[in-house]
């Protein structure tokens, strides 16, 4: 073979190497999960002798759009770092039942006990399936309830509302019986419904549903998610976390782990995400991704109730919908 072949086959060698490389880096960038650590709020600090880690997951999606070794990965983060408790805020699911059966054996790798709240895509796919198939996999759902658990001769109490996007949050019966003295930690997979949790005494809530925007470069996500959606928090921590005698408090968006409709997320903040929050930790003790942050502005006045009301009659529209197709 002459040598000019030689050199040209070389070369073509090199240069399909050269492409498997990136192709292997960008699926790797396009899987990654980062994972994120956060003190508690300083309430947790005065009630807690010990520290309780909290895992918080959210917006998993399981089905088509999100590949499941990317499922799996995130719970196998979450198992290595041996949490005590381990907190799911909604949208288990996309748009049907076809993955309840994933689902299931998803929620049973978690090796820590696991609470949750649903979200509007599990209310839209059939919140009675999802419900079972959690249940199943032996997650305790919290819908508008509250339970205690003990870890470490601790009381910790959950505190867990249903989806507010579809209309199904009840404030009142969440938080009734709650035991202002015990520790507690709030989920809702809106994160707008928690000053009415910081309110009645709940000083950190843990949400999702934004996925962080999962396009984050230039700040697109604040565009998106906090002028066209209309979302105060955006993603990541927001609020405060001294304890100050007054009802004041904290609340995290997780950016989430799954999509429903377009895969991509781009730019840190937009990265899949598993957060670990140290209860009993004062804010300052450890090294955090971020400070609490301001909320973003949304042009036009948030009218809360407006918002619900429209919410309710869109999730009745598409029921009706769903109906008439079957
Ligand atoms: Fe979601």
Redesign the pocket.
């Known amino acids: 073979m002459p040598v000019s072949m030689l050199r040209e086959r070389l070369s073509e060698h090199r240069a399909r190497r050269r492409a498997n490389k990136e192709l292997k880096a960008a699926t790797r960038e396009r899987f990654r999960i980062r994972l994120r650590r956060f003190a508690g709020h300083e309430l947790h600090a005065e009630q807690l002798t010990q520290p309780i880690r909290v895992a918080h997951i959210?917006?998993q999606?399981v089905g088509l759009v999100t590949p499941h070794k990317v499922q799996v990965e995130a719970v196998d983060i979450v198992n290595r770092e041996k949490p005590d408790v381990v907190v799911l805020t909604?949208?288990f699911v996309c748009h049907s039942h076809a993955w309840l059966d994933e689902l299931t054996a998803l929620m049973r790798r978690f090796e820590a006990p696991v609470y949750g709240v649903l979200?509007?895509?599990d209310h839209w796919a059939g919140a009675k399936q999802v419900r079972r198939a959690l249940r199943k996999g032996g997650v305790e759902l919290l819908n508008n309830a509250n339970t205690t658990i003990t870890i470490q001769r601790q009381t910790l109490q959950l505190v867990g509302l249903d989806d507010a996007y579809t209309g199904h949050a009840d404030r009142d019966k969440a938080i009734k019986g709650l035991n202002a003295k015990l520790p507690t930690l709030g989920l809702s997979?809106i994160a707008e419904e928690a000053d009415g949790l910081w309110n009645a005494g709940v000083p950190l809530v843990l949400s999702?549903?934004?996925?962080a925007g999962q396009l984050t470069v230039a700040r697109l996500n604040e565009w998106t998610i906090g002028r066209l959606a209309k979302h105060r928090f955006i993603h990541g921590l927001y609020g405060a976390r001294a304890s100050d005698g007054i009802h004041s408090g904290a609340v995290y968006v997780g950016a989430?782990i799954?999509?429903?409709v377009m895969p991509f997320r781009l730019g840190d903040r937009g990265n899949r995400e598993v957060t670990l929050f140290e209860l009993g930790a004062r804010p300052g003790d450890l090294s955090e991704h971020h400070d609490e942050q301001d909320v973003v502005p949304i042009p036009d006045d948030h009218d809360e109730e407006a918002a619900r009301a429209f919410a309710k009659e869109r999730f009745a529209q598409r029921q009706a919908k769903k109906k008439k197709k079957r």
């Open positions: 959210t917006d999606h909604g949208d979200g509007n895509h997979h999702g549903h934004t996925h989430g799954g999509a429903a």
